[in-house]
């Protein structure tokens, strides 16, 4: 069932601190990109765990959080683009597939209003 609810009902997001993953995942993908170039592999020990989790899991949680702090890194542009992360079995790895490159921006139509016209044919 659905309530409509007036946006200042809605809590805020992003208050919180990150959780231990999140700030490792962090730490990570800092150190990653500073330290690797293009074609470069690595891979990544020395995770957290969490209890009642099994390493498969937590490879999955952490390989989740990287990638998720590779998107939030950059506002102009998607870092997971540059970076593959993956596992095999519990061992967890990330890869540099490009060096990073600026988009240049979008042009714009300086002249919104200034568009041709289309006519439709009469029948």
């Known amino acids: 069932m659905l309530t409509k609810t007036d946006w200042k009902n809605v809590p805020p997001y992003g208050k919180e601190n ?3 993953i ?6 990570t993908v800092i150190e990653f990109l500073e330290n690797s ?3 470069d592999a690595f ?11 099994d390493t498969l899991r937590m490879a999955d ?10 998107w939030y890194l950059r506002k102009d542009y998607d870092m997971r683009r540059d970076v593959k992360i993956f ?6 790895f990330m890869e ?3 060096a990073w490159k600026p988009q240049e921006p979008v ?9 041709p016209r289309v006519i439709k044919p009469s029948m």
Do not use: C, I, W
């Open 18 to 20: 990150r959780s231990p």
């Open 22 to 27: 999140r700030q490792f995942a962090y730490k």
């Open 37 to 39: 170039e293009e074609g």
């Open 43 to 53: 891979e990544v020990t020395g995770f957290p765990t969490v209890e009642g989790n």
């Open 61 to 70: 949680k952490v390989s989740q959080a990287m990638r998720t702090e590779l």
């Open 87 to 92: 596992r095999r079995k519990e061992r967890l």
């Open 96 to 98: 540099r597939t490009n």
């Open 107 to 115: 042009k714009r139509n300086p002249y919104p209003g200034d568009l």
